[in-house]
T-cell receptor, first 115, second 108 residues
Framework: NAGVTQTPKFQVLKTGQSMTLQCAQD?????MSWYRQDPGMGLRLIHY???????DQGEVPNGYNVSRSTTEDFPLRLLSAAPSQTSVYFC??????????????FGPGTRLTVT | AQRVTQPEKLLSVFKGAPVELKCNYS??????LFWYVQYSRQRLQLLLR??SRESIKGFTADLNKGETSFHLKKPFAQEEDSAMYYC??????????FGAGTQVVVTP
């Protein structure tokens, strides 16, 4: 059971380049989310999904796209990288549904630098 | 609006001393609160949640609805408690809102 995996671990992009951060989980979790972690700001939700084919915006969605074609995968696309997107990105997954909030399981993170 | 406030960016304590990390929240519904911890070079993991009312690694946290607080406490800090701690508020669909985090440094 690998849990939540993310690739790559590190990435350097030039302004204007695009790329996809990969996230996969093998726990059959319905809920998946992407956060960015910045010093002094904690983790902020970018996008989330409550199941395959269903996605929605979080707190800071601009500049990012997501799709959820399978339960396991939830890639995050940067359309045109900007220096403000330099951050550490975390993917997380959990069970879903109305009612108690379930524990979220986090991936190891991707450290992205945009120059 | 939903908000989580952790007023301390850094907390430095001596080994064996008590430690308390403050967390205040604002939420119109019935809150679900969590503490997550990130040790150096490790991924975030759940430390404890208010509905379980348990003690993990000697830490406890009590939900005080009157003061809208969920402070994390440990009576005797250990060096292995050095980490970044995040308070988080869950909504009815499982989304989490995190505070800014408190870095705890325990010195011998």
């Amino acid at each position: 059971n690998a849990g939540v995996t993310q690739t790559p671990k590190f990435q350097v992009l030039k302004t204007g380049q695009s790329m996809t951060l990969q996230c996969a989980q093998d726990m059959n979790h319905e809920y998946m989310s992407w956060y960015r972690q910045d010093p002094g700001m904690g983790l902020r939700l970018i996008h989330y999904s409550v199941g395959a084919g269903i996605t929605d915006q979080g707190e800071v969605p601009n500049g990012y796209n997501v799709s959820r074609s399978t339960t396991e995968d939830f890639p995050l696309r940067l359309l045109s990288a900007a220096p403000s997107q330099t951050s550490v990105y975390f993917c997380a997954s959990s069970y879903s549904g109305q009612g108690p909030t379930y524990e979220q399981y986090f991936g190891p993170g991707t450290r992205l630098t945009v120059t | 609006a939903q908000r989580v406030t952790q007023p301390e960016k850094l907390l430095s304590v001596f080994k064996g001393a008590p430690v308390e990390l403050k967390c205040n929240y604002s939420y119109s519904g019935s809150p679900e609160l969590f503490w997550y911890v990130q040790y150096s070079r490790q991924r975030l993991q759940l430390l404890l949640r208010h509905i379980s009312r348990e003690s993990i690694k000697g830490f406890t946290a009590d939900l005080n609805k009157g003061e809208t607080s969920f402070h994390l406490k440990k009576p005797f800090a250990q060096e292995e408690d050095s980490a970044m701690y995040y308070c988080a508020l869950g909504d009815s669909w499982g989304k989490l809102q995190f505070g800014a985090g408190t870095q705890v440094v325990v010195t011998p």
